[in-house]
């Protein structure tokens, strides 16, 4: 999924995306490029390959806030799964009332 997915799309992949588009959401743990070990965060016990299955999601209107997404190999969880984790920037904006002035949020 997304320009720096790794392996092949399911199909409730597919219909992850179509809902995303549909409420103008992106999935943020393919928008940064990286290395696929910092992406899967799941290993199938018999194959073991790695595999994509969690996903954060965001406004499409927020994209500039998220500073990265990627899983946390060190974080013992005591589990199969790795840690998902997200970097948020916020940006506090003022709001503007119709006399111009400003008001702190």
Known sequence: MGKHGIGKCNSNG???????????????NTMFKQKDECKTIWM???????HMIDFIITRCRDKM???????????????????LRSTVLFRIRQKHNRQGTTKPI
């Open 44 to 50: 199938h016990p018999r194959s073991r390959h790695w």
């Open 14 to 28: 597919e219909l992850l995306l179509v809902v995303c588009s549909e409420f103008e959401m992106i999935v943020t």
């Open 65 to 83: 806030d998220i500073h990265s997404t990627r899983a946390m190999r060190g974080a013992i969880c005591w589990t199969d799964y790795q840690m």
